[in-house]
């Protein structure tokens, strides 16, 4: 069984795990609230809206109001800047994560702690145990296009860079991930390098250096996985000649990078011959993927909402391989995994997990207007199929 073979994961307890916590939702979904104002009620948010320690969902809907990051934002910058008393959670918030934008227009500073990423290793291990029951994955390594800037620092010492780059860079997060085989083929020094245009050029060299051993093809979001092999039809050649002469091109300039990849280079003029004839051999670059990678088993990374344009492109690179939308969340925290992974990303849909946040949905109408002006929300367990809710997140930071 292939789940013997992983160190920790066992996939059938996986899915039996999630079919436990859905089965009775509304109940989780109370105790995932308690948890949370229990944990969090010497917040100064909290104690200033007068639930007086209660934690059940009723007191809370009337005490406590619907805002967005707006609201928050004069509470989110005295923590940035150093208020080191309880302001929104109980404990201390160790980081920032930047938002991507995507909402908004602009990023947003959002807290993040250890719920979070506990919350992030739950997702990821719950979609990993029903993706691996219909597309079982072979011992290998994956060619993922992740990329993890040097974070900087808020005003008052926080750690402040992308929700991935937090991620990336906790120690949970890398043996969380051997776990689910997500092993990525590149060393740190090209996920942390300095320059996104060196770190590319490096995944696309891993990814050939690795080619019998890539599993699958990762990146967070779809567009990157596009342009990085819209990259490779500009520099193929390039890394052909890099690979030839076991000599890194002199465009990758950062020394930390530089050094990381002499230890994985050496002369392999087989090689680079093998990749120069697949390459001239395709017709206009079509099923490039599975032609560089022939054991890959699928394309994964969030290819819904604003990423249904790139699909396309994607599908063409991709040729006959299988592409899979990743789960569901937002920088403010996870809500759903992708625990259908047959579906086409147009069709995908994802099954929110119960106890990782206290979930509330606004019922959507025509009028825009009146959108937030009476929302009513209603919980998980009491939302109807075929109709259309704003999401509310209420997390454990």
């Not at 996939?11 to 509304?26: C, P, Q, S």
């Not at 150093?82 to 947003?108: C, E, H």
């Not at 520099?235 to 030839?244: G, K, P």
Request: with cysteine; charged share 25%.
């Amino acid at each position: 069984m292939l789940e013997k073979k992983m160190e920790g994961i066992n996939t059938d307890e996986m899915i039996e795990e999630f079919e436990a916590l859905t089965k009775d939702a509304g109940m989780v979904q109370r105790e995932t609230l308690e948890r949370i104002l229990e944990e969090n009620g010497s917040a100064e948010y909290l104690q200033n809206l007068g639930l007086n320690g209660r934690t059940d969902p009723e007191s809370f809907k009337s005490c406590v109001p619907l805002v967005t990051h707006k609201d928050l934002e004069a509470y989110i910058y005295r923590i940035a800047d150093g208020d080191p008393s309880p302001i929104l959670t109980g404990k201390p918030i160790p980081n920032m994560s930047l938002s991507s934008g995507t909402t908004q227009g602009r990023r947003k500073l959002v807290p993040f702690n250890d719920e979070l990423m506990e919350n992030t290793l739950q997702i990821y291990r719950t979609s990993f145990a029903f993706r691996n029951r219909e597309f079982p994955l072979e011992k290998g390594k994956s060619l993922q296009f992740v990329y993890s800037s040097t974070p900087g620092k808020t005003k008052g010492g926080l750690g402040a860079g992308t929700a991935t780059t937090n991620l990336f860079r906790n120690s949970k997060y890398k043996n969380g991930m051997k776990a689910i085989q997500f092993q990525c083929c590149s060393p740190d020094e090209v996920i942390f390098g300095p320059d996104f245009h060196q770190s590319l050029y490096c995944h696309l060299l891993c990814g050939l250096l690795f080619r019998e051993e890539i599993q699958f093809v990762f990146s967070t979001f779809a567009h990157s996985i596009v342009l990085a092999f819209r990259t490779f039809e500009q520099v193929w050649q390039e890394l052909c000649d890099d690979i030839r002469d076991g000599e890194l091109s002199s465009r990758v300039t950062a020394p930390s990078v530089r050094m990381a990849m002499s230890k994985l280079l050496k002369p392999s003029p087989e090689l680079a011959d093998l990749i120069y004839k697949k390459c001239s051999g395709l017709s206009n670059w079509y099923g490039l993927i599975p032609e560089l990678f022939p054991n890959a088993k699928y394309i994964y990374g969030i290819m819904t909402g604003s990423m249904e344009p790139y699909l396309k492109k994607l599908r063409h690179y991709a040729g006959e391989l299988p592409l899979m939308s990743a789960d569901y969340g937002t920088s403010e925290g996870w809500i759903a995994a992708n625990v259908n992974p047959k579906l086409p990303p147009e069709l995908a849909t994802f099954a929110v997990l119960p106890n990782i946040g206290y979930f509330e949905f606004i019922p959507l109408n025509n009028d825009a207007d009146r959108l937030y002006m009476d929302p009513k929300p209603v919980g998980l367990t009491e939302v109807k199929i075929g109709e259309d809710y704003e999401i509310i997140v209420t997390t454990f930071a």
